[in-house]
């Protein structure tokens, strides 16, 4: 059920940083929870904003939902298939539930992601990319020329 009718806004000077527990030197902030997902009306566990201090790594894990990682900030070093290998910012992982990843900061400031997190169903309807619809009166008239 889509709840949502209006755009909302999440600054992020206004997130705070939170320590995810059971990892190295991880901080997150939730940019879209379950709920808001929801009220969306679309189908995500979560989108986090991470940060992976210098030294510090998502440990070695799996999760029964898909996840996209796409690097923002720094290099990483990126677990998988048991082999780690060096990316940068501008990458970005596709990890399929129930897979073993791991990814830690290989530079010497801290790196940060954006990570997806999809709920995997086996019967999910074909995706297909979003049509766009131009609204010019209200582009002319707010922005002007």
């Known amino acids: 059920m889509i709840k949502a009718e209006e755009t909302k806004v999440v600054v992020g000077a206004d997130m705070e940083w939170g320590l995810m527990p059971n990892h190295w030197h991880l901080y997150h902030r939730e940019i879209v929870n379950a709920a808001q997902a929801d009220e969306l009306g679309v189908r995500v566990s979560s989108v986090l904003w991470e940060k992976i201090g210098v030294g510090g790594a998502v440990l070695p894990h799996y ?12 290099e ?3 677990l998988r298939d048991g082999t780690w290998t060096l990316y940068k910012a501008g990458d970005t992982f596709h990890v399929p539930a129930g897979v073993v990843h791991s990814v830690a900061c290989a530079g010497d400031s801290p790196s940060e992601q954006i990570s997806v997190f999809l709920p995997v169903e086996a019967d999910a309807p074909k995706n297909a990319y979003f049509n766009t ?3 010019e009166d209200v582009y002319t008239d707010k922005l002007g020329s």
Request: net charge negative; charged share 15%; no cysteine.
């Open 63 to 74: 999760h029964d939902v898909a996840e996209i990682i796409h690097i923002t900030a720094g």
């Open 76 to 78: 990483v070093k990126l």
């Open 133 to 135: 619809h131009l609204v």
